[in-house]
């Protein structure tokens, strides 16, 4: 697969991944760790797949907590290719910043790709990024909209409206739609017009910004002028809003009929908590491993074990169980709460144990 000729890949390193607590925590992200047992970490794998389509050309932005540990992980990118944010200022100070930097570096079109997500086909990927940068060549704030697989109230939605004339496999956005309930969303697959919102974002940079000025010329300004002075950045970079670039830009641009959706089969996951992980790495039938299988003991078990505390873990009977043991916490749960473990790290910070956070 050849590169695509003025590409450049984004990778925005953020959050915390509070629903895989204790495995994954603020100072230990997801992004980080190998989840899906494949000898890769997450941003590992991200990297992996785009570099057929950019070589050398990323800009991986991260918080100052985790650049050390993202530079140790992508040692063959040069040390301007990973800018630290000083805080967590959401996605699209983010993706704005990489966009400014990458606009004083003449990238023609930039592609923004979470470093956490797992996709299965990266050869097909690959081309529905193609299809993407054809699109942002011509102007057009695109967004990869993933096929939905069934009718899930995790994820915002994506409302793909006509075909666009000379722009292969691209659509015309109507609107974003906030994660509805089960029943909406089987509305809305039923209709086969919606996909899932990954958030991928592909875009000619000064697009992007200009985007982002109609709106909030001083959020755009203020990126600018960071990229074209990075000292400043310490300066500037707390007087930038928190908001994420669905709200700042890609909603109200798709509203004025300038956003274009190109969908996306190659099989995606955020991995966004635990029942997530199970179903990546096991039949749903099955108890899924992730970690020392010499360390666990089950008998007619079924879900999810993760054992990391180097003692044994013994699990007998139970059915759809997630156990983390991690040496300082052990989380014991059911597939079906998993999104409710966010809630645990929320109570810990608010007891004061930042330390387990």
Not at 81 to 110: N, T
Not at 262 to 291: E, K, M, N, T, Y
Not at 345 to 355: E, H, Y
């Amino acid at each position: 697969m050849s590169s695509i000729d003025g590409f450049w890949a984004v990778v925005p390193c953020g959050g915390a991944g509070t629903r895989l607590w204790p495995l994954s925590r603020s100072g230990s992200p997801k992004f980080l760790h190998d989840l899906t047992g494949s000898g890769r970490t997450l941003l590992e794998q991200t990297h992996d797949r785009l570099a057929p389509l950019v070589e050398d050309r990323f800009l991986v932005v991260t918080g100052d907590a985790h650049s050390e540990a993202v530079r140790k992980q992508l040692t063959s990118l040069e040390e301007s290719a990973v800018w630290a944010e000083p805080s967590a200022r959401d996605s699209m100070a983010a993706i704005g910043l990489a966009a400014a930097v990458l606009e004083r570096r003449g990238a023609e079109v930039m592609g923004s790709f979470a470093a956490d997500h797992v996709i299965d086909d990266p050869q097909l990927f690959g081309e529905t990024v193609r299809r993407a940068v054809a699109a942002a060549r011509e102007g057009w704030l695109v967004t990869i909209g993933i096929e939905p697989t069934f009718a899930s109230s995790a994820f915002g939605y994506i409302h793909q409206g006509e075909a666009l004339p000379g722009l292969e496999g691209a659509h015309r956005v109507v609107e974003f739609v906030e994660k509805p309930s089960v029943p909406v969303a089987e509305e809305y697959v039923a209709t086969g017009h919606f996909r899932w919102n990954a958030g991928m974002f592909v875009v000619r940079p000064t697009v992007l910004l200009d985007l982002l000025g109609e709106r909030d010329p001083d959020f755009a300004a203020t990126l600018r002028a960071i990229a074209a002075d990075p000292t400043r950045l310490p300066e500037l970079w707390e007087t930038l809003p928190r908001i994420a670039i669905d709200h700042a830009v890609a909603e109200p641009a798709a509203a004025a009929g300038r956003v274009a959706v190109v969908p996306g089969a190659f099989g995606w996951d955020d991995v966004g908590d635990f029942d997530s992980l199970a179903g990546l790495i096991a039949d749903r039938h099955q108890l899924a491993v992730l970690g020392d299988a010499g360390l666990l003991h089950t008998d007619g078990a079924t879900g999810l074990v993760v054992p990391g505390s180097g003692r044994i873990v013994a699990v007998i009977g139970l059915d759809d169980v997630v156990v983390v043991d991690t040496p300082d916490a052990l989380l014991v749960t059911t597939r079906d709460r998993a999104q409710d473990v966010k809630s645990v790290v929320a109570a810990l910070k608010d007891k004061g144990r930042q330390d387990l956070t």
